[in-house]
Structures are given as structure tokens and as C-alpha cells.
């Protein structure tokens, strides 16, 4: 199981949070932090996960550019990874090479997240909460009812950030 120590993801987070691009009033570090501290206990528990819906045979794994992904790095492709937990898919080409190989640091977490961040949940999903990116981040879209586990998951949220 890979781990980083909890003050090199907060310092990750005080570094690259200003850059996303968040509605008024929220607070990058504390944003990043918050999504680290729910993921993996700000760097205790960084994996790789392995997510089986993802995987050959899951409901998830049929899309072409996961069943492309899973056809060139095999269960590799199934996991999430880092301090954020991102699913190997949304890294982009270069560190998915990297991640694939076993190379990740807390460096090449954060700027993808930077980049994931910015064009998914804020470009393509809009989100305007705290709430909204939690769902988005844990559900990947905002839902009116959103699943037991999708409303504790956005609780913890919440909690980490006010709590950072």
C-alpha cells in the first residue's frame, strides 16, 4: 500500500489548491485537503484501489477508452490512485504511463488533480458547492437524491474542510 506523510499532502494541497478553479467562497487548499482527507486519510491509504466496476467484465469497464485502457495496462486500468483516489482514466496520457509503471508522488497527484478538477468537476459538471464536488467527485454528477453513501461521503466532506 503506497503512503506519503500527512504534512507533504497538506503542503501539496497549500501549494497547488490556489489553482483550481473554484466558485467564490471556497478555499483550494481546503478543498484539496478535504478530498484527501476523505480518499485517503490525507496520505495513509493512497493505493492503488482496485474499483472490480471498472474492470473487464464490469458494468463500467465498456466504454472505449476504458476498455482501450484495460486492453493496454490491463487491471492496472481498474484502479484509482494518490492521495485523491483518481480513477486511472481521468490521469492524462503521460502519467498514466507513469502510474501504470508504479511512478507516482505526491507532485504528480496533485497537478492531476489539478487538471481533472478544473475540466470535470468545475468545466464540465459545474459544480458551485461543496456538496456538488463531493457528489461529482464520489459519484461523478450532482443528484437531488443522492445515495446514502454519496450524502455521508459529502457529510465527511464538509467536516474536512471546515475542520482544515
Known amino acids: 500500500m503506497v503512503t506519503f506523510p500527512k504534512q507533504e499532502v497538506l503542503d501539496c494541497c497549500a501549494q497547488y489548491g490556489p489553482m483550481l478553479k473554484l466558485p467564490a467562497g471556497l478555499d483550494g487548499r481546503k478543498v484539496m485537503a478535504s478530498i484527501a482527507s476523505n ?91 461543496l456538496t456538488d464536488i463531493g457528489q461529482i467527485w464520489n459519484c461523478g454528477h450532482k443528484t437531488d437524491s443522492p445515495s446514502a453513501g454519496v450524502a455521508l461521503y459529502c457529510q465527511h466532506l464538509q467536516a474536512a474542510y471546515d475542520a482544515a
Open 39 to 129: 480518499e485517503s486519510s490525507t496520505g495513509a491509504n493512497c493505493g492503488p484501489r482496485h474499483e472490480p466496476a471498472y474492470d473487464v467484465g464490469g458494468a463500467l469497464s465498456k466504454g472505449s477508452q476504458q476498455a482501450n485502457a484495460l486492453e493496454e495496462f490491463g487491471s492496472a486500468a481498474a484502479c484509482s490512485y494518490g492521495m485523491f483516489q483518481m480513477m486511472f482514466l481521468n490521469f492524462s496520457e503521460s502519467a498514466q504511463e507513469k502510474i501504470a509503471s508504479g511512478v507516482g508522488d505526491v507532485d504528480l497527484y496533485s497537478i492531476e488533480f489539478v487538471r481533472f478538477f478544473n475540466a470535470y468537476v468545475i468545466g464540465a459538471r459545474h459544480a458551485q458547492t
